[in-house]
């Protein structure tokens, strides 16, 4: 795996119409958005948001980052890793 991730900003509105603000953090390898937006909504899911759009409207890249060893092993393990930044819970 590269040393550098890109940064995907996301901002999905919740079921209660509340935002949640978040980052996808994948290899700078996967270039397709299509993936990138995938992974979201497998993210999406486990906060009981399934089905609430994820879109290049919601979900855009910000930009390229070292990579973090305390992302390492999620993003090995599944690809990509969430930053939590607001509405989350």
């Given at each position: 795996?590269?040393?550098?991730?890109?940064?995907?900003d996301t901002y999905v509105t919740k079921k209660?119409?509340?935002?949640?603000?978040?980052?996808?953090?994948?290899?700078?390898?996967?270039?397709?958005?299509a993936?990138?937006?995938d992974y979201g909504k497998e993210?999406?899911?486990t906060k009981g948001q399934e089905g609430q759009p994820l879109?290049?409207?919601?979900?855009?890249?910000?930009h390229a980052e070292k990579l973090r060893p305390e992302w390492e092993a999620e993003?090995?393990?599944k690809s990509y890793f969430i930053i939590e930044m607001e509405g989350c819970d």
């Open positions: 795996m590269e040393n550098k991730v890109n940064v995907w209660d119409g509340t935002i949640m603000h978040f980052d996808i953090l994948a290899s700078v390898e996967i270039t397709d958005t993936t990138i937006y993210y999406l899911k879109t290049s409207r919601q979900c855009r890249f910000c993003i090995t393990d």
